[in-house]
């Protein structure tokens, strides 16, 4: 059975640092997404990672894929408060691509 | 990408009815999935719809309670039946895109059972 972890699960961060959220998977996948999502809104699709060693950025966010470590990293640069949403992380099943698992989320809060 | 919409947006509903919710995309779409989030909590999959066969459910999850519609490419509806107070989540409709690379989500249904 495949299982998503993300640590932290809630983080506090001052405006203008830098952090990382994990996300780790118990089986094999090479799919990989990251969504965020706002108070009482739905999910926008940030990520998708599709291969070992994939990096994508946009904005002050940069995620990666490590298949064979089965972690995925998102990482904020320069926070702002804007970014203060929660954070998903899903996996696609290597055998049935069609069932997608989440990570308990990670809830991000960007103080001045 | 695919535009997804979802009726009700919310609705407030008493304990042992039954409340349908309709997810209609602008394209046609093989899979659909239907996936519940209870208040703080992830994410769940409910179930997958494939039109023209019947509703893939999850383990915890039964047809029975939550029956599915998947009557063209575009269109699929969730059921809640008999409604209980944990029935209370948001219901989110989602849909698979180029070929399962990116998945798309609707604006979700709030559903709370008094």
Same mark, same amino acid.
């Given at each position: 059975?495949?299982?998503?972890?993300?640590?932290?699960?809630? *983080? &506090?961060?001052?405006?203008? $640092?830098?952090?990382?959220?994990?996300?780790?998977?118990?089986? /094999?996948?090479? =799919? !990989?997404?990251?969504?965020?999502?706002?108070?009482?809104?739905?999910?926008?699709?940030?990520?998708?990672? *599709? &291969?070992?060693?994939?990096? $994508?950025?946009?904005?002050?966010?940069?995620?990666?894929?490590? /298949?064979?470590? =089965? !972690?995925?990293?998102?990482?904020?640069?320069?926070?702002?408060?804007?970014?203060?949403?929660?954070?998903?992380?899903?996996?696609?099943?290597?055998?049935?691509?069609?069932?997608?698992?989440?990570?308990?989320? /990670?809830?991000?809060?960007?103080?001045? | 990408?695919?535009?997804?919409?979802?009726?009700?947006?919310?609705?407030?509903?008493?304990?042992?009815?039954?409340?349908?919710?309709?997810?209609?995309?602008?394209?046609?779409?093989?899979?659909?999935?239907?996936?519940?989030?209870?208040?703080?909590?992830?994410?769940?999959?409910?179930?997958?719809?494939?039109?023209?066969?019947?509703?893939?459910?999850?383990?915890?999850?039964?047809?029975?309670?939550?029956?599915?519609?998947?009557?063209?490419?575009?269109?699929?509806?969730?059921?809640?039946?008999?409604?209980?107070?944990?029935?209370?989540?948001?219901?989110?409709?989602?849909?698979?895109?180029?070929?399962?690379?990116?998945?798309?989500?609707?604006?979700?249904?709030?559903?709370?059972?008094?």
């Amino acid at each position: 059975e495949l299982k998503v972890e993300q640590n932290p699960l809630f *983080l &506090s961060m001052q405006e203008g $640092k830098n952090y990382t959220i994990y996300c780790n998977y118990s089986t /094999t996948s090479d =799919r !990989l997404y990251w969504y965020r999502q706002d108070p009482g809104k739905s999910l926008e699709s940030l990520f998708v990672l *599709l &291969s070992n060693g994939a990096v $994508k950025q946009e904005g002050r966010l940069m995620a990666s894929l490590d /298949t064979k470590a =089965r !972690l995925s990293t998102l990482h904020i640069t320069a926070a702002v408060h804007d970014l203060s949403a929660t954070y998903f992380c899903a996996v696609a099943l290597e055998t049935s691509y069609d069932k997608v698992i989440f990570g308990p989320g /990670t809830s991000l809060s960007v103080i001045p | 990408s695919a535009v997804i919409s979802q009726k009700p947006s919310r609705d407030i509903c008493q304990r042992g009815t039954s409340l349908t919710i309709q997810c209609q995309v602008d394209s046609q779409v093989t899979m659909m999935f239907w996936y519940r989030q209870q208040p703080g909590q992830s994410l769940t999959l409910i179930a997958t719809a494939n039109q023209g066969s019947e509703a893939t459910y999850e383990s915890g999850f039964v047809i029975d309670k939550f029956p599915i519609s998947r009557p063209n490419l575009t269109f699929s509806t969730l059921t809640v039946s008999n409604l209980s107070p944990e029935d209370s989540s948001i219901y989110l409709c989602s849909v698979e895109w180029r070929m399962g690379y990116e998945q798309y989500f609707g604006p979700g249904t709030r559903l709370t059972v008094t």
